[in-house]
């Protein structure tokens, strides 16, 4: 056994494991499938849905590396768990929520009572939509279609098209072959406080937004429901440090005593940060 999954099985635990050697088997099935011409690993010709590494079922994308990341489990366990095993009620905010991994994995915690899910792009929105449907969450979950800025005005956003996670709202990134480039709709604070959040329960945001986090997190801290923020994820890249100390910075102010790195194995530059008021 190689280093590398035994310091996994430790970080993770051997389940975890074994259902990654179930994905390992599902990928090889799909790219036989590609080899002889076929398009999908299901036979049938209605919308087709795998199980993902985290549980819930997601649409197949295979092209898609975001995609393959969920199915593979390559964002690691730490806030996958983290959302699963909440023991208090909660509501769910995810900004930059992409096909809706995080958003389907809190939606299936019974502690969770709403999940708000804003992705801006039309067609990643709609995969997350029937995602959501897929799943049997639609009844407390809402997809908003849009961004999170600092105003209320319509904004271009770059699509990687091999790479949807890579999508950004700030420039075409350097990593991507193909992109195009979509007007999409972007709403501040002052949209986020008409949000029908359930009174008085924890709420716990996701933020990956491809750089743009500085100024996600600057709109969520001037919402009326600050108090009630027990929980922020977001992407932590150290090639805009100076945009991550003045984010944990502004969080520290704000009642965050608590920050864990999270890294994905095998990159470098870019990890997550678990930011945490208080105990849970």
């Known amino acids: ?60 994308n295979w092209r898609d590396v975001t995609f393959r990341f969920c199915i593979r489990g390559s964002y690691g366990t730490v806030f996958s768990d983290y959302l699963k095993n909440y023991t208090k009620p909660f509501c769910f905010i995810d900004i930059g929520a992409n096909q809706g991994l995080y958003s389907l994995i809190a939606g299936n915690n019974k502690n969770c009572l709403k999940v708000f899910a804003f992705e801006p792009v039309p067609d990643t929105a709609g995969i997350l939509t029937n995602n959501i449907g897929e799943n049997n969450l639609g009844s407390k979950s809402e997809v908003h279609v849009k961004a999170i800025s600092s105003e209320n005005t319509c904004h271009k956003i770059y699509i990687n098209l091999e790479h949807s996670g890579a999508t950004s709202i700030d420039q075409v990134t350097s990593e991507s072959r193909s992109s195009q480039a979509v007007d999409i709709e972007t709403v501040n604070s002052s949209y986020l406080d008409e ?40 992407e932590y890249d150290t090639k805009i440090q100076d945009n991550m100390d003045a984010i944990e910075e502004l969080l520290r102010q704000n009642g965050f005593a608590k920050f864990f790195e999270v890294k994905d194995e095998g990159v470098k530059d870019v990890f997550n940060v678990l930011s945490i008021k208080s105990a849970c």
């Not at 190689?2 to 051997?14: P, T």
């Not at 990654?20 to 011409?37: C, M, P």
């Open 195 to 234: 949000l029908t959040l359930p009174k008085g329960v924890d709420i716990i945001i996701k933020v990956d937004v491809e750089g743009y986090e500085k100024v996600v997190i600057e709109q969520l801290i001037q919402t009326n429901f600050l108090s009630n923020i027990n929980t922020i994820y977001y």
């Open 1 to 60: 056994m190689s280093k590398r999954i035994w310091n996994r099985i430790k970080r993770e635990g051997f389940v975890n494991e074994v259902r990654r050697l179930r994905v390992k088997s599902l990928f090889l099935k799909n790219d036989v499938y590609n080899f002889l011409g076929l398009k999908s690993i299901n036979k049938d010709t209605s919308p087709k849905y795998v199980k993902s590494f985290y549980g819930p079922l997601m649409f197949e």
